[in-house]
Structure formats: structure tokens, C-alpha cells
């Protein structure tokens, strides 16, 4: 089993507590250099880091795709216009947010920005992080 990076997994006794549980801990992906060699300096077990990806920056129970494209209210069930194309939500900067959904309808709002530490792999792995992620 391997936990994901929303464990908010950000010091050495949640990592101890997870790895009880779980075979992979990730680490959280709001910790620098300095928290990660702190928090795995005693560590013995095997930890994961993402190192590309664009994560999640928003999860919304509302559904703007249903909502506004779904015919989704009160009195109507969605008819699952996010199945049938890619959606973004574009701010005030023009800068592109895609929006990505669940059979539950809830909303999943990219950074689209991707997370790139792939050149830094190796820095990374003498911190102690021994597994590594692409999402």
C-alpha cells in the first residue's frame, strides 16, 4: 500500500505512524530540502516523493461543469458533460486551470504548473527519499 502526499505527512512522528500502517509513505509536498533531511535523518524505512507532476490544488464538492454544461440542480441529475471534453477555468491573469472530475462530481482544480524535480532526483535520494513518483 502506498499513501499519498494529502497524509500531509510533514514530520518524523506522522512518518513513524505511517509507516506502521502503510508499506510507501509520500511525504508532503509542502516540505523544503532542510524539513525532509530533518524528518528522515533517523528514518529506516522506505519513503516516496513526487517529483514531476501538476497536483491538486483545489477539491470542490461542486461541480461547475455539471452546474453550468450538466444541467445538474436540485430537481436534475447531472447528464456527465465532463466525460465528454476537457474543461479549464481561466482567471483574472489568463492563466489556464483544468478541471478534473469524479463519479461523484466533485471538482479537482490543477496547478498548471507542473511540480518538476526530476533534475534534482539525486539530491533528493541522499535526503532519503527512495522511491519517486511521476503523477
Known sequence: IIGDYKLNIINSQALKFYQNEIDI???SLELNRKEI???LKRNKGNVQGIIYGKTELMISEYCPIGSTFGEKSSCNDCNLACTRDEFTLIDRMNVKFRVM???FCRSYILNPHPLNLIEEKDDLKSLGINS???E
Open 25 to 27: 509513505p509520500t511525504i
Open 132 to 134: 519517486f513518483r511521476v
Open 37 to 39: 533531511k530533518n524528518m
Open 101 to 103: 472530475t469524479d463519479i
